[in-house]
């Protein structure tokens, strides 16, 4: 029996790729804003980057890498749609979102302790809105049709929600990065 | 632009909810500005930040249930290799925090592997206790092995062909190396695997080529030399070399009587042979009568033999009586030998391009979808069973997904919606059920689609293997097929690309059938129980 962290090499990529995980998935997302299936397409290039593991040469930028084949899922899955290509960003703007989304402080750990600070501050009923509100994959027309409001007045909420904890998160850093 | 207006832009285009209009501008926006581009990445994260916080709390939803798969024993390298997959599912799973029921995750396997030193050559009347029944051509599981009764060839990958009697106790080593508790056991060793040693308890065999036998009981082993030498090593005493013709009676305390070696008292290869070829052959009759009865199921719409068409004539023709579908034409596809050994009676669809055509008129509520397949292995991401051509609106589609998953789902919508996040069909996947190990063994595959009972049920060898419940804004009430193909998938006939996915499975199937109803699992279980070889 040969257990898994056998293979050093295996286990050094997992890790790669385990840390590289929030961005990868962002930049997906910018790349398809507002379409649900961006989360399937960035567990296809996690995937496609399992399988191709050995052509990553280690010491090079995992990211750049990554990130390079995560683009290519993306097209892959836009061909794949066959839909009109309206709301794409141009290709020289997705290259540059990849070189920042890329140079991003990945602090993710410590934002998401920030964001659950910032949502203790919010009122019992505004943070049960959001929680419903991410819970669901739906439109936030279905939603608005669930909570019994209208689509308008809800938008300009979870608008409103957003910008708070967004402030207030970006507060919480600050003060982090003032005290060390 | 002012900031409160590109803050509100950012959230629309991120909820999915912008004008193409106001989607131009900000992309103008972002293409000159950095901090455009930054805050539109803080809020990017911040959605991803909420919805994991927010999936932590509601994880429920539509659930897979797992059936107890046929009790199989998990074998050590399986289990290291399981350990990855679910390490990297892991990784998917918690960091994404974004599987929903239905999500395609699509776990690559590594190089696979599979553990053990032998395989079931054939078996006649076979009781295996302790363990499950070992089908054909499968690995022999590690450790020690009780054949109750019945009669066993073992396959060892070195070479040497081992048949087993029941009543026995024995354990394969190694490839070389063979441990008998009790039972008769008669060994043929190949010139590449001289030197290969059966332990007891009284001593120790070693071959120096051919064949030899041994009956072990609980204090007394027999050694029979059949053909060529083997060297005897009792406990605590000298080395005894022992030729043809020679047979040594030894006791637990050490007193070798020599007697006269009995091929006929232990069954050869080649009577297994014979008594395998005449119970297969009892078996196919057996299916045959069966499934003449099948065919005139007024629920069948289509059932296609490879066995019954004329070997030399690309038509394999619909033996359904009231069945509706056309004859299948087969492209590319070769002919080898049927789950029962019989030349000629299966496709090999491995060929690149291989499919059998069929056109199935009509709508169905429910089907039933059945075939027995030999998989070789699955290097797709979709390994075809049953694919209607394109994939247009209520048409079905059978596969196979690459990490051994079943796959079946039903057109309900022409498009995903982007904005409403709606799909354009559920997807209805069975738990993993293939392996290595299962590679090159005959397995009935069934799947049923129940639009009264609303639900989905995966069916391996005549077992469920998992049900899903239908969600009512996928459920399809007419199911339609048309132009479809066998294990294959086509695009458009009338589309002049030529290039085309590889989706052809690489395996060979005997029988097809589909039904106009959904099978109970008693009818599948009885359909599997006399077809099986």
Known sequence: ?180 | MNRQERSQLIDALIEGDISEADFLRLEAEFSVDPAARQEYFDRLALSAALETEAGAASDSGRKIVAMPAPARRWIPAFAAIAAIIIAMAAVAVVLLQNKRPGDAVVAAAPEPKASGFAVIAGQSDTVWKNSPQLADGALLPAGSLQLASGIAQLELFSGVTVVVEGDAEFEIVSPMEMKVAHGKVRARVPEPAQGFRIHTTEGEVVDLGTEFALKVSANQSEVHVLDGEVEWHPRAEAMRRMERGEALSWSADGKGTALAANAAGFVGMSDLREKLTAARASRREDWQRVSKALRRDPRLVAIYQAGTADPGNRRLPNEASAGTASEGAIVAAARVADRWGMPGGALDFSPTGSRVRVNVPGEYRSITLLTWVKINSLDRLYNSLFLTDGHDLHEPHWQIMGDGRLFFSVKKRDKSGRKTGEKDQHIFYSPKFWNASLSGQWLMIATTYDADARMVTHYLNGQVLSQEAVPADYLVENVSIGAASICNWSEPMYRKDAAFTIRNLNGCMDEFALFAAALTPKEIADIYAHGKP
Request: glycine share 6%; hydrophobic share 40%.
């Open chain 1, 1 to 180: 029996m040969q257990p898994p962290d056998d293979n050093p090499n295996e286990s050094a990529f997992v890790a790669l790729l385990t840390g590289i995980q929030m961005p990868l998935r962002l930049y997906v997302q910018s790349l398809l804003p507002g379409d649900p299936a961006a989360k399937d397409v960035a567990q296809q290039a996690n995937a496609t980057l399992w399988q191709k593991r050995d052509d990553f040469a280690p010491g090079t930028n995992f990211k750049a890498w990554a990130f390079s084949v995560a683009r290519y899922e993306v097209l892959t899955y836009r061909k794949k749609q066959a839909r009109d290509a309206r709301l794409v960003f141009s290709e020289e703007l997705e290259e540059t979102f990849a070189e920042e989304i890329a140079a991003r402080g990945d602090g993710a750990e410590q934002q998401h302790e920030a964001l659950k600070r910032c949502l203790e501050k919010l009122r019992p009923q505004d943070r049960e809105l959001l929680m419903h509100r991410y819970a669901k994959s739906g439109t936030l027309h279905d939603f608005a049709a669930q909570a019994g409001r209208s689509v308008g007045g809800l938008k300009v909420t979870l608008h409103r929600l957003r910008n708070a904890l967004l402030e207030c998160m970006q507060k919480q850093t600050r003060a982090q990065e003032g005290l060390s």
